[in-house]
């Protein structure tokens, strides 16, 4: 069976060209509130781990920023150079960041870190191409019981008519960066202090339950690889249940969702 990492290098690879279409809509709204959180960026460095297709990394340049991406999905390094030829993009792993000690002023990951296989990893090697003082700063979405409308559909769906407990490869705890106090422990063990925790939400706003099952298999990678594991009937139930949940969600402007997320922000000692 392929690794996780390897399966999430190959889905990112497959959905690079849809996500601007289908996800970026929900992630693009954490972009402000993070950058407004590393205060003025005007003039300084900054790597953003995870890039995808350079939104953030577009926001940073122009707020002013010297602004390096990296992704290990060579065709979302291609989308985002082509989109943000102000910055530098290179393909790369959040583990192992292929730069120089204490070269930045300012890392980011936005919703990445529960993708990468050794998250421990990559917040050290954030850790160590920052300054002394540097700010470190990430996305992770809250865990399922935190006010999600979307993750509480599909994990309701998914009990009701299959099961969470399929064939996939072993993956990390996904929504330990988003639980203040082990996130805490993890960035610590880095060097990190003077933590900030700030709970959001994002909003997903579609106008069919199709639209809702479009976003999850064209713009995200791990929710349809547990809908397409479970049996054939059961995949079909979870399907319909999904598309028909979403109209409890509908109000005047259409079916909208919650994305809850978590800010993070620690500093360098
Ligand atoms: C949900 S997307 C987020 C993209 C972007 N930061 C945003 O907010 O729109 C997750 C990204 O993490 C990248 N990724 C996952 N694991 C990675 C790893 N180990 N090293 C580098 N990039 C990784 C994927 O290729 C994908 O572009």
């Known amino acids: 069976m392929a690794s996780f990492k390897e399966l999430e290098h190959q889905g990112w690879v497959e959905k690079a060209h849809l996500y601007d279409d289908h996800f970026a809509g929900v992630t693009r709204q954490a972009i402000n509130p993070l950058l407004e959180g590393l205060g003025d960026v005007a003039g300084r460095s900054l790597i953003d781990v995870c ?14 920023a010297q602004v390096t991406g990296v992704d290990f999905a060579e065709p979302m390094i291609e989308i985002a150079r082509a989109r943000v030829p102000l910055a530098k993009f290179a393909v790369g792993e959040a583990e192992n960041l292929n ?10 990951c936005a919703f990445g870190l529960w993708h990468v296989a050794e998250p421990d990893s990559a917040i050290s090697e954030a850790a160590r191409v920052l300054r002394p003082g540097g700010t470190y700063s990430y996305t992770a979405w809250l865990p399922p019981d935190e006010g999600w409308d979307m993750m509480g559909l599909l994990v309701t769906a998914i009990n009701k008519h299959g099961t969470m407990d399929v064939d996939l490869p072993p993956a ?3 929504f330990r960066f988003a639980q203040a106090a082990e996130a805490e422990n993890a960035l610590r063990a880095c ?3 003077a933590f900030t925790f700030e709970s959001r939400v994002a909003i997903w706003r579609g106008q069919t339950g199709d639209a809702l099952l479009d976003l999850l298999y064209k713009g995200i990678v791990r929710a349809p690889m547990l809908i397409e594991a479970q049996t054939p009937d059961a995949k079909q139930a979870i ?15 259409g079916i909208t969702m919650r994305w809850p997320y978590m800010l993070a922000r620690a500093t360098k000692s």
């Open 99 to 108: 730069f120089k000690d204490e070269c930045f002023d300012l890392a980011t």
């Open 191 to 193: 060097n990190f202090g």
């Open 51 to 64: 890039c995808g297709t350079g939104d953030l990394a577009e926001a940073a340049v122009q707020s002013g």
């Open 239 to 253: 399907i319909s249940e999904i598309r028909s949940g979403a109209e409890a969600f509908r109000g005047s402007e």
């Open 172 to 174: 990390p705890p996904p």
